[in-house]
């Protein structure tokens, strides 16, 4: 049985399998959700009406026994940025979707009227059921009534309250191992993007699932060997290992201590009180209260970085508290407090809301003065005006940019109207860099796989040095491959350490296609993926004025090293040359 | 004059006479006498340079030779928790 891609049409409630193209064989997650938008969605059209299209894809080796490669791509016009967008989550849902051989979901349309729809994809049946019943409510006590109808093997991705409003700051929802409602495909808007079509929920029930075709067992089965001696080896990746004792939260001391690590609403790069929301705090935490730490977001991983934190005594699962949360929940918004970033974090979790960018719009908020910084309290109940879909819940459920805008306030972290991550651009020039480039929005993820080596460009480089355009094109060259490949992020730690490991990777991907990639087809392929993403943004109107920080980067110096943003925007065009 | 040094993780453990009680990095303030680069303050406290991967001189990301100086901030995290900074930047010595 080969692949095959569900096509959804919202309007008339109709689902079919159709052949998967025989040019699209070698793309999975980002590489083919970008590509189907590219191709099939007018870059001009509303991101919210019916021309925009949404698309789901496993990664290339999702679904397999490759450790750490549960990964799902969600990909469409975007209504945050305007532009193209991808986002991706790790989560059991993505591997089953790959092993019942469903290359990709295609959501296009748009429901008239209010109804809202679950759809249901079993082996060779899609079915539509209305999801009134659903609307309204938190998507906490939701999974786990839908878990309860559908039976708990099955998947769940889905949109809340936020995404019914159509705010910009709402993400998509995939169940964690737990069946909790943590693991987001959470950036850029496509939450409404989902919910516009009238689409509430998919539900996957992979029973009698064929399993991921591999074209070749014995390449496979090498390249898994050699991943995982590489991942059970090194010192981020293994059992023990950073990530694994600490979960991403093991970055917070971290960049606090290189000064990069923004405090309320970027306005300082260093406080000491964020040591009581680091990584170590947290795990610690954990234990005592009979959370879960270490955890995997999907069957298979070998890192194994993820968490359930809990209140106290163990009550109230939250799920992961990812280091981009914790900042955004936390120091960003003067908050040093963890169990006040837990229940935010669960809010987001239960809203439907883009931790990342709901962090940056509070931070916003407060310096707007709608709340003092600091006030957890305070931002819980900003997270109500959302949930009862109040005027202010309206404007704030739209993002950092418009809540900026709304309430006076000028310096508002966007590029690309969308809210930076954890990393303050003037103390890491270098992902400042890419958060102007990406064509994405500021975006962390865009480029991190630290592709120096792979690249042949060679060296490291001073993070407060400006002369960063050719790291930060690498990295986003390599992570877009690696976001085809279903692979996490994170195995990039261990494999650009341990060579065998990255040629592990290849072979998998070989096994899998029946191709003959090496290592140097990496970079042509990674490039192939941005270069699609960019026709878009420019067919949309995005020049390389877009490609730019706020101005208060340029001017403002970040306590307490006091550097600015300095890269001149020669340096930012020279990335991908136009 | 002295130098304020922030032990992290299980490093804390090599610092005698501060009992851990907590999640929180340990900060000394260390008398800078005698104290010429990083490398001098791992030595006095017993930390072979394979126990630590990250090391911070006032935000600056640093190797073990950096010169250290009256009322400098220094950072000093353990091997296994190392994310991030390996691998994007170059040690800072002089």
């Known amino acids: ?578 | 004059m002295t130098i304020l040094v922030k032990f992290f993780g299980d490093l804390r453990k090599k610092v005698k006479n501060h009992e851990i009680t907590d999640a929180l990095p340990l900060k000394i303030q260390l008398k800078s006498d005698g104290i010429d680069t990083i490398a001098d303050i791992l030595k006095k406290y017993a930390i072979t340079p394979e126990e630590t991967h990250h090391l911070f001189v006032n935000g600056v990301y640093s190797g073990f030779d950096k010169k250290i100086h009256d009322g400098d901030r220094v950072g000093i995290f353990p091997k296994n928790m190392a994310l991030l900074y390996k691998w994007y930047f170059t040690r800072k010595n002089e």
């Open chain 1, 1 to 578: 049985m080969p692949k095959k891609m569900l096509r959804v049409n919202m309007t008339n409630l109709e689902a079919k399998f159709e052949d998967f193209p025989a040019d699209f064989a070698a793309l999975g997650g980002r590489a083919l959700t970008s590509t189907i938008v590219a191709k099939e969605v007018d870059p001009l059209c509303h991101p919210l009406g019916p021309s925009n299209k949404l698309i789901f894809a496993p990664g290339i080796v999702t679904g397999t026994a490759a450790p750490t490669s549960g990964r799902i791509s969600v990909g469409a016009k975007s209504p945050l940025t305007g532009g193209i967008k991808e986002a991706n989550a790790g989560t059991p849902f993505s591997q089953k979707l790959a092993r019942m051989r469903i290359a990709a979901i295609v959501v296009e349309g748009k429901h008239v009227g209010k109804d809202y729809y679950t759809l249901k994809v079993t082996k060779d049946k899609a079915e539509f059921i209305n999801a009134n019943k659903w609307v309204g409510k938190g998507l906490y006590n939701v999974y786990k009534e839908l878990f309860k109808e559908y039976g708990n093997k099955v998947g769940i991705c889905g949109v809340g309250i936020a995404a019914e409003l159509m705010g910009a700051a709402s993400g998509i929802c995939f169940n964690d191992p737990e069946g909790l409602p943590s693991r987001y495909a959470g950036r850029g808007g496509l939450g409404a993007v989902m919910a516009s079509k009238g689409l509430k929920f998919i539900i996957i029930d992979e029973t009698g699932a064929p399993g991921v075709e591999i074209a070749n067992e014995e390449v496979f089965r090498e390249g898994i060997a050699k991943l995982r001696n590489a991942l059970t080896t090194h010192d981020v990746t293994k059992p023990g290992g950073a990530l694994n004792s600490y979960g991403t939260s093991v970055l917070v001391n971290i960049i606090n201590e290189a000064g990069g690590l923004p405090q309320r609403n970027f306005s300082a790069g260093q406080d000491d009180r964020s040591e009581k929301v680091s990584g170590e705090v947290k795990a610690e935490e954990i234990k005592k209260r009979g959370g879960v730490r270490p955890h995997f977001c999907s069957p298979g991983c070998i890192i194994q970085c993820s968490e359930v934190w809990t209140k106290p005594g163990g009550k109230d699962p939250v799920g992961v508290l990812e280091y981009e949360s914790v900042w955004a929940l936390g120091p960003n918004c003067g908050i040093y407090n963890l169990d006040d970033v837990g229940e935010l974090n669960r809010a987001c979790n239960d809203l439907g809301l883009d931790t990342i960018e709901t962090g940056d719009l509070l931070a916003v908020a407060m310096e707007g003065g709608l709340i003092e910084f600091g006030n957890g309290k305070g931002a819980l109940k900003l997270m109500e005006e959302i949930q009862k879909k109040t005027s202010t819940g309206r404007i704030l459920a739209n993002g950092t940019g418009f809540t900026g805008q709304a309430f006076g306030v000028t310096r508002v972290p966007v590029v690309k109207n969308q809210g930076l991550p954890a990393y303050d651009p003037r103390a890491i020039k270098g992902i400042g860099v890419t958060y102007a480039t990406t064509p994405m929005g500021a975006d962390h993820t865009a480029g991190y796989a630290i592709a120096t080596e792979i690249m042949g460009v060679g060296g490291t480089a001073d993070p407060r040095d400006t002369k960063k355009s050719d790291l930060s094109r690498n990295l986003q060259i390599a992570t877009a491959a690696v976001d085809a490949t279903g692979y996490c992020l994170f195995i990039a730690f261990a494999v650009l350490d341990i060579p065998e490991g990255l040629q592990g990777v290849v072979e998998t991907l070989n096994g899998v296609l029946g191709a003959n990639l090496t290592v140097n087809d990496v970079p042509g392929y990674g490039m192939q993926i941005i270069k699609t993403e960019r026709d878009f943004n420019k067919a949309a109107g995005f020049t390389e004025k877009d490609d730019r920080l706020p101005e208060f980067f340029l001017k403002e110096k970040l306590p307490p090293f006091n550097e600015v943003f300095n890269v001149p925007d020669e340096e930012l065009d020279k990335v991908w040359g136009s």
